[in-house]
């Protein structure tokens, strides 16, 4: 009952706050084109039917694998299998996307990972870990192109002001949130309510994937790329791109979004047996969870209607993730003790909200710093660290648990795992700050550079 109260009134705070900064937005705003709203439409069609799709198979992935009778050893394979995927062919991705075409790519996801669901159909181990390969390669279409996709029509082909991209990400964050409670209940709705098991996600979730790349085909212009190098170089120069000295930036923006989503990936992992104690409905609390997903992106909005700057609330989304994680990594020695499971509760709301605000954020500054021919790219090489993270820690996790048989040594793991993220997210943050003087910095000598050109033009 506690948590079923705590998502009502995570709901109506959820509301209102979306509307305030809804209608602050629109007024800061007015001067935002018909065209504007029809690019973004065109872009939130794909995008939230590829997300949907993705989000349906989410709360069932484990459930499946454990249905087919594989051990937890077994299936902790697998999911590192998916992400070492990621890393493996993620950047290949990303520079192919740059090369040949966004489009294309985003029509690829879509055959891809339908036929990654079409996967789940057999209990054969060797077809399951395809399947997970496959899945690995259409994340890091989805987490890359998608966004490099909407940015170049944006920025390049109808040379919107910048600075909407922000109602755009903002908007694709908070409705993200909904997509996910959506799924999570039309998911739990087939596979339990209607008894049809958990395969039943999976194969939904191919006619709406089909239906993405149908719309994509039909309504999506090709991006246009101007490449400064062959072909053949192309792939690794966005990699050069990152680590040359004149745009410290770059690199400092990918170790912050590294650092991050590592943590965010290695939460999905821990927050389930940390509430154990208190047997909430899981459901409930992942519902709860997209809720605050929405709340952050909400807050994103509103300040910066009230004159925040995206690098500001970047920042500030660093510090309240460690603050939350720092909290867990306290309450986790006495997790067994109700009062502080509960903390680890708000704890986890906490983290949630944060992670809403830093999506839009992120995603913003990105469209500033990336230079436009290697942007797909380089967004890929962004996540090669973060899977790296990400998979060496759920293996540790396992062997931790696996080597460790009472409760309290499963605990004092966990607490270990929380302890890395919080100091991951300190750094996290320390590099934000900077990020923050040298960002600005760049703006300036930017904004100098045009004042400039235009007297001289005078």
Known sequence: MLVIAVLCVLGVFSFILHTIATRAEAAADSG??????????KFFIVYFLATFSDWLQG?????????????EEQIAVLYVVGFASSVTFGTLVGALADLFGRKKMCITYSILYSVCCLTKVTSNYQVLLLGRV???????ILFSTFEAWYVHQHVEKYSYN????????????????????LAGIVSNLMAEWLDL???????????????AGIVTSLTWEENNLKQSQPRGLAICQSLHVIFSGGNSSLLLLGIIQ??????MYIFVFL?????????????????CFMVCIMIGSSLYSFLLSWGWQSDDLLTGSMVLAFVALATCAVATCHTNIPPYTQICFVAFLLFEIAVGAYYPAITYLRSEVIPEEYRAGIISWFRVPMNLLTCASLMW???GHDNNNSANNMDSSSYVTFFMCACFLLLASGFSRYFSQTYRKKMLRNTRVVSEAREALI
């Open 32 to 41: 935002s084109s018909t065209s504007f709203h029809q690019l973004q439409q």
């Open 59 to 71: 709360p069932y992935v484990y459930k499946l694998y454990s249905y087919y009778g594989y051990s």
């Open 134 to 140: 496959l899945g690995g390669i259409s994340t890091s």
């Open 162 to 181: 910048i600075a909407w991209t922000n109602q755009t990400f903002s908007k694709a964050t908070f409705y993200n949130g909904l997509l996910a409670i």
């Open 197 to 211: 098991g958990p395969l039943a996600p999976f194969i939904f979730a191919v006619p709406c994937l089909i239906l």
């Open 258 to 263: 590294s650092l991050l989503e590592s943590v």
């Open 271 to 287: 927050w389930t047996p940390i509430l154990e104690p208190m047997r909430p409905p899981l459901g409930i609390v992942f519902s």
């Open 397 to 399: 996790l396992r062997k």
